[in-house]
């Protein structure tokens, strides 16, 4: 519509996206399908490389990119990013995802692509994006084939590092409001919680920049890198780094020496309020403990509709039945 139509004129003269099909003409990764445009790319040997060596160095390109991105973010967005990793299984959403930033917070989403086919849809509509592949077999089996739980907490280190607040966000957390205002002064980390136990879930997210907060995900990714072999060990090491006690697959067989390395910072965290940023629960039914939330007992900021509600499709479903629509 009109609205739709303005925001196109404007984004079209962000000065990124020219960067980023210059920059990608070096990608080290070179076409990523016959014939397809190519873009910025990073892979988890670019990611493990980048924990000890120069980013300048071994990818200047994702490199300049990050740097483009934040000099506008510091710019335009009030030092922050809104940072999501997406599959074209949710392309559904891609629009809302856009929409609903824009609306919302001022901004435009930067998004990690996990395919070609995601990585086109948002550069046509203006956004920043920068390409995820996994080159080994390990990286591939991180997280339900969506190859997503590296880059998560690789790009949260990167950006911190550039001085930007990051609010990280699933591609199936859908916004009815904006979520910066619940960014307090005291923890340098506001993090979702689960509905169903006391854990973390990393879903979503909302990191300061300070020194802690990088050491904390540069020594996480680190540590998955070289620990992690199945889909949700990423999350479970997440959790214990903040927690510091025992979850569902932690301390497991690991050493006390190999989970300090975890918890080798002191960061200073929260849970985001469960009852505005919730995590979808099969329905209430009558013998469902009265204590837990129900979606309707209270305005929500932000609703993570995960794999638990079905389909990629039956989640866009639900999230636009519950009006989280823009």
């Known amino acids: 519509g009109e609205r739709r139509s303005a925001n196109m004129a404007r984004l079209g003269r962000m000065p990124w996206i020219l960067v980023a099909a210059v920059a990608a003409c070096c990608s080290r990764a070179g076409a990523v399908a016959s014939g397809a445009r190519q873009h910025v790319m990073v892979d988890d040997l670019v990611i493990e490389r980048a924990l000890d060596e120069d980013m300048r160095r071994i990818a200047p390109n994702v490199a300049s990119w990050e740097d483009v991105v934040a000099e506008h973010a510091h710019?335009?967005?009030?030092?922050?990013?809104?940072?999501?990793?997406?599959?074209?299984?949710?392309?559904?959403?891609?629009?809302?995802?856009?929409?609903?930033?824009?609306t919302l917070m001022g901004m435009q989403p930067v998004v990690v692509a996990l395919d070609v086919g995601t990585a086109q849809h948002?550069?046509?509509?203006?956004?920043?994006?920068?390409?995820?592949?996994?080159?080994?077999?390990?990286?591939?089996?991180?997280?339900?084939?969506?190859?997503?739980?590296?880059?998560?907490?690789f790009f949260t280190w990167r950006f911190a590092s550039h001085g930007l607040r990051i609010v990280y966000s699933d591609i199936d957390v859908f916004l009815a409001s904006?979520?910066?205002?619940?960014?307090?002064?005291?923890?340098?980390?506001?993090?979702?919680?689960?509905?169903?136990?006391?854990?973390?879930?990393?879903?979503f997210w909302i990191a300061k920049p300070t020194p802690s907060v990088q050491h904390m995900f540069k020594q996480l990714i680190r540590w998955i890198s070289r620990h992690c072999g199945h889909s949700l060990c990423h999350q479970t090491a997440l959790d214990f780094?903040?927690?510091?006690?025992?979850?569902?697959?932690?301390?497991?067989?690991?050493?006390?020496?190999?989970?300090?390395?975890?918890?080798?910072?002191?960061?200073?965290?929260e849970f985001l309020p469960i009852r505005q940023f919730m995590h979808y629960t099969p329905p209430r039914r009558p013998d469902t403990p009265l204590h837990w939330l129900c979606l309707g007992d209270n305005p929500v900021?932000?609703?993570?509709?995960?794999?638990?509600?079905?389909?990629?499709?039956?989640?866009?479903?639900?999230?636009?039945?519950?009006g989280f629509w823009f």
Do not use: Q
């Not at 979520?179 to 005291?186: I, Q, S, T």
């Not at 780094?241 to 965290?269: I, Q």
């Open 75 to 102: 710019g335009a967005w009030n030092s922050t990013v809104y940072l999501v990793v997406a599959s074209y299984r949710f392309y559904k959403a891609f629009d809302n995802l856009v929409d609903a930033a824009e």
């Open 122 to 153: 948002f550069e046509e509509r203006g956004a920043p994006v920068v390409r995820y592949a996994p080159h080994s077999e390990k990286a591939s089996k991180l997280h339900f084939n969506g190859d997503d739980a590296l880059v998560r907490y």
């Open 178 to 203: 904006n979520p910066l205002p619940f960014d307090r002064r005291a923890p340098e980390i506001l993090i979702e919680a689960h509905a169903f136990n006391d854990e973390i879930c990393s879903g």
């Open 241 to 269: 780094s903040l927690r510091g006690v025992a979850n569902y697959d932690l301390p497991g067989n690991f050493s006390p020496m190999e989970l300090a390395a975890l918890r080798g910072h002191s960061v200073r965290w």
């Open 301 to 322: 900021v932000a609703l993570h509709i995960w794999r638990a509600a079905g389909s990629a499709d039956a989640r866009v479903l639900l999230a636009f039945a519950f």
